[in-house]
């Protein structure tokens, strides 16, 4: 038993290529990007249409990391925006691996102030907001204890050719995911016992959420589901099934797959009838699922063998600063100078 | 770093130091143990929205006697399906007199808050408050099944 504990923990600490990780790293900057940006350029008018500013609110309690700031900077525009442009500069030299790892603890730290002050404001909850932050923690906890091999491989453009990834990423953000929506399924069971997988209750919710409550104006998904309490039974039994057992199927690799994609047409059928983005969820639902660094591998491997890379020259001084930030997100290889060989797929 | 790895890989790449075994077997840790410990930590919460049976939802609509819709959060009116969720809200709104929101609630207390608060903001006397109830009407659907209506006057009900 010890030995295979041993043996299971060393394999976290085995590395592989950057693709697959950086490809989530990439969509989660991405999201971070556009939340950044838009509190930055927010003006004060949206800003005021807070629900903390609305006439009948009766004041704010601060809410996560921002718990203990004192009301009136939660309720600073100014503050807001400013967090919001750190986070989108961050974010931005973090994609561009630049001023590494700082960039990358700036802009977790940002991004979850962000969203906290975000929500000290709301008469709502965002707790579809909050696996991006927890992942940006790890990916920066990533950055910063594997700095030197990752900015040496940079230096020397062998980022995306070499082995130096660990694959203990892949396995927390799995662990992570699989727990997020088993303790959300054993939730529901504690709470709703029987009937948490009672069709009517979905039924009810559905038509609650429709705009005049009547069967026309609910969103053409949710018809069938409203109309049929045996079709909304089945939806809500596989809801609950698909969430308790995330955390065991994950452990499965090939039932990873399947499970994900599973949840992949739970959240999508929650966004078509109830218009809830969980966009990042969905997103890592998809990284889960799919081998997107094998694809990607492939793809710039078979690119290359076609002589479809760009080669720009290194001592040409103009280009080089281009070069290094383009070299930063070519996940495909194709800007390379690494001899093809050394892409070449085992 | 295993032979085959090393074969493939001409840069070496270090064992994995103490520091980073350390943040890996923190992260695992924190997955299991915080969430128990703490029920709602930004950001490791998973508290699920629609977790709660809901078999019939009462909706509230009051009236001022120009027919002018006056807001529900502010007479207590609020019939969120998430109501076991609003304790975490950052702004605070007035207190939901109609919670939990499938059974009847105390009426005479919700419609004594009304005329308190149509005075206190002027509102045009007499409010008309309509309770619209929702749930199954037979075996396949929901909709509609009952509904009651109150007269609310300045100084009483009507």
Same mark, same amino acid.
């Not at chain 1, 070499?162 to 694959?167: D, E, G, H, I, R």
């Not at chain 2, 109609?98 to 499938?102: E, I, S, Y």
């Given at each position: 038993m010890r030995a295979r504990i041993h043996t299971l923990w060393s394999a976290l600490f085995l590395n592989e290529r950057p693709t697959r990780g950086e490809v989530l790293l990439f969509l989660l900057l991405v999201n971070v990007i556009h939340d950044g940006y838009f509190a930055f350029t927010q003006p004060l008018s949206g800003f005021l249409e807070s629900d903390a500013f609305s006439p009948i609110a009766l004041g704010i309690t601060p809410r996560g990391?921002?718990?203990?700031?004192p009301e009136s900077w939660v309720l600073s525009h100014t503050l807001y925006q400013a967090v919001g442009l750190i986070a989108f500069l961050s974010s931005l030299l973090w994609m561009f691996k630049r001023c590494l790892p700082w960039a990358a603890m700036v802009c977790a730290l940002a991004h979850g102030l962000q969203i906290s002050l975000e929500e000290s404001l709301m008469f709502n909850y965002k707790h579809q907001a909050l696996p991006g932050v927890t992942l940006l923690i790890l990916y920066a906890g990533l950055y910063t204890l594997r700095h030197a091999s990752f900015s040496n491989a940079l230096r020397e453009k062998r980022f995306w050719s070499?082995?130096?990834?660990?694959?203990w990423v892949f396995a927390l953000v799995v662990a992570y995911v699989g727990l997020l929506y088993s303790s959300a399924g054993m939730i529901k069971i504690l709470l709703g016992g029987a009937d948490s997988v009672d069709g009517l209750t979905l039924q009810m919710l559905l038509f609650r959420a429709s705009p005049s409550q009547s069967l026309e104006s609910l969103a053409w998904f949710a018809k069938p589901i409203v109309q049929y309490r045996l079709m909304a039974t089945a939806s809500m039994f596989a809801a609950v099934l698909l969430e308790t057992g995330a955390v065991v199927a994950f452990m499965v690799p090939w039932l990873r797959r399947y499970w994900a994609l599973g949840l992949v047409v739970m959240q999508t059928s929650i966004l078509l009838t109830l218009g809830i983005p969980f966009k990042i969820h969905i997103a890592l639902l998809i990284w889960i699922a799919l081998p997107f660094g094998a694809w990607l591998e492939a793809l710039g491997a078979w690119m290359r063998d076609r002589g479809w890379s760009i080669r720009l020259e290194r001592e040409s001084i103009g280009w080089h600063a281009i070069y290094r930030l383009i070299y930063a997100v070519d996940v495909l290889g194709i800007l390379s100078p690494v001899a093809p060989r050394e892409y070449a797929s085992k | 770093m295993n032979h085959r790895q090393s074969e493939e890989n001409p840069y070496p790449v270090s064992p994995p130091r103490m520091a980073e075994q350390i943040f890996v077997a923190l992260c695992f840790a924190a997955l299991l143990i915080l969430p128990p410990i703490f029920i709602e930590p930004f950001p490791l919460s998973?508290? @699920?929205?629609?977790a709660i049976p809901r078999h019939e939802i009462h909706i509230y609509n009051l009236t001022d006697s120009n027919g002018k819709e006056l807001n529900r959060d502010q007479y207590g009116l609020r019939t969120n399906v998430n109501v076991y969720l609003e304790h975490f809200y950052g702004a605070r709104f007035p207190e939901s007199l !109609?919670? @939990?929101? =499938?059974r009847e609630p105390d009426m005479e207390r919700v419609l004594s808050n009304i005329r308190v608060l149509g005075n206190r903001n002027g509102a045009a006397f007499p409010l008309r408050l309509t309770s619209k109830v929702y749930g199954a !009407?037979? =075996?396949q659907t929901v909709g509609l099944i009952r509904s009651r209506s109150w007269m609310v006057s300045a100084e009483g009900m009507d």
């Open positions: 990391w921002v718990a203990f700031f070499s082995k130096l990834y660990p694959q | 998973a508290i @699920p929205m629609f !109609v919670a @939990p929101l =499938d !009407v037979d =075996d």
